[in-house]
């Protein structure tokens, strides 16, 4: 009994600094993406305008990344470069893929896998307004 005792402890202990680790790379991102430094793309599949997303994140839409890949492809290589580009979706999948194609079009990406996985408490939310890389770059 006493081993077992150690033995949940251990596991408790770790699984919580393995979440600190998760979470301090999560807020390391959101560093970034606030400062400039990066952009954080939501490439969820249901999203939309009035749907939340994480505080400075651009959302491109699911058909856009779909049905027209290589004009956002090219527009995010006209109007980010030399960015660092962090992709979310609901548990990494679909941010896989996509980063997949950047990454094959000569794009830095990083997938940081589902966007419930972002701490709550430390990253802030916003809510969806338009689609597109940023103001001056339509996609």
């Given amino acids: ?3 077992l005792s150690v033995l949940v402890l251990l596991t408790l202990l770790l699984t919580d600094a393995a ?6 790379s999560y807020e390391e991102i959101f560093s970034q993406v606030s400062s400039g430094d990066a952009v954080l ?3 969820r599949t249901d999203t939309g305008p009035g749907t ?3 505080q400075g994140a651009h959302w491109i839409r699911y058909p856009d990344i779909t049905n027209r890949l290589p004009q956002v492809i090219e527009a995010i290589a006209d109007c980010l470069p030399r960015k660092r580009i962090y ?3 609901h548990v990494g999948a679909w941010a896989g893929f996509f980063s997949q194609k950047l990454q094959e079009a000569g794009i830095e990406t990083v997938n940081v896998g589902g966007y419930s996985s972002w701490p709550t408490s430390t990253i802030p939310r916003a809510v969806i307004q338009t689609a597109a890389l940023n ?3 339509p996609y």
């Fill in 41 to 43: 793309i939501d490439a």
């Fill in 87 to 89: 992709l979310f979706c």
């Fill in 1 to 3: 009994m006493k081993h």
């Fill in 52 to 54: 939340e997303s994480i």
């Fill in 19 to 24: 979440a600190t680790e998760r979470n301090s």
């Fill in 135 to 137: 103001e001056a770059c």
